[in-house]
């Protein structure tokens, strides 16, 4: 277990702490819709990460109990990352982020985002647990 070093006793702030960074939020969001992924696969997000800065969020997110890496079944040289149920509890609050964007930039987000949002309207506790019990 990697040392936490907590700004304060704030549930909110401490929980930044450990997963607040827009590129670790984004590693969990892959991994929830896509079960696992590669460094190839976060590499090639129209995101952009660097590689550098990549490294260090899914090292962050496995020394602090998000995600798993194990090497592929067919290619020993690479690692496929896998959510913990820790980084799959993050599902609720990661789509409250899509249901505030919705709302507040509809214009901006994509069609697929927008039927996401609405399904989570209509049947918040079926769609998480989708992502949360896989």
Known sequence: MVEKIFRSQCPISSGLD?????????IVRDLLYHSERTFKDFSQSSENISSARLADRLSKLEKSGFLTK????????VF?????????????????FVC?????????????SKLFAEQLKDNREQVLSKYQNP
Do not use: M
């Not at 194990?70 to 040289?77: A, I, L, R, V």
């Open 18 to 26: 450990l997963f607040g960074d827009k590129w670790s939020l984004l």
């Open 70 to 77: 194990s090497k592929h079944p067919t290619n020993k040289k």
């Open 80 to 96: 496929l990352y896998h959510l913990t149920q820790k980084g799959r509890d993050l599902a609720p609050i990661l789509a409250e």
């Open 100 to 112: 505030w964007s919705n709302k507040y930039l509809n214009d901006h987000i994509s069609e697929e």
